[in-house]
């Protein structure tokens, strides 16, 4: 077996990245009917459950079955929104901003405000892979999301010992979360690919 060794590297490495990216293509997934996007709501809220507990306490008290199919309407249509972009950041046509943190980390945001933005904003660390006894170089990245998780005195996490507050979260993204996605530059064409998504280097 052909042994690898990553390393954080810098993104001047590939060459002028650009300070915008439009995204042309991107593999896209088709999401699930409503039935079984609501089967899986149900489940995931207990809503069959005999006492009804996980809905009770994230819904109220008095919580009927047409508040949560609410709920769920809701959240369906954002996830049918989200699945036209790419790890929810923007969609083919539209354009990103990159941003520079550090030499090995840039930030994709269609709402630049100063910081990374909750669930829309994407942390990109670039690596390099090494196959050893080979003098093979190739590019990959790590890609974050961030968001804010919320547990309240009262709810079922705080029931099961998760500490209350508001505390931030990342989560790891790409097309095979938890490794690494290839990184190509074509500077002739000034397209970047990033995993299964390219771009098109604007300026």
């Not at 709402?111 to 942390?123: F, I, M, R």
């Not at 390099?128 to 309240?152: D, Q």
């Not at 009262?154 to 938890?178: F, I, M, Q, T, W």
Request: glycine share 6%; charged share 30%.
């Amino acid at each position: 077996m052909l042994r690898r060794r990553y390393t954080d590297s810098r993104w001047v490495k590939l060459g002028s990245i650009g300070r915008h990216w439009r995204l042309e293509e991107f593999d896209s997934l088709q999401p699930p009917t409503w039935e079984q996007f609501w089967a899986d709501q149900r489940k995931q809220w207990g809503a069959d459950d005999p006492d009804r507990r996980r809905v009770r306490l994230y819904f109220g008290a008095t919580a009927t079955e047409e508040t949560l199919q609410l709920h769920a309407r809701r959240s369906y249509a954002e996830f049918k929104e989200h699945l036209l972009k790419w790890n929810g950041l923007c969609k083919i046509g539209e354009t990103a901003q990159v941003v520079t943190v550090d030499s090995s980390v840039i930030v994709l945001s269609t709402n630049w405000k100063g910081q990374v933005a909750d669930h829309s904003d994407l942390e990109l660390w670039i690596k390099e892979e090494r196959v050893l006894y080979f003098r093979r170089l190739r590019f990959c990245c790590e890609i974050y999301s961030f968001g804010t998780r919320a547990v309240m005195p009262d709810s079922l996490e705080a029931a099961l010992g998760d500490r209350v507050g508001a505390s931030r979260v990342s989560h790891r993204k790409g097309n095979s979360p938890g490794r690494n996605e290839t990184v190509e530059i074509d500077s002739a064409l000034r397209t970047i690919r990033v995993s299964d998504a390219r771009f098109k280097i604007i300026d």
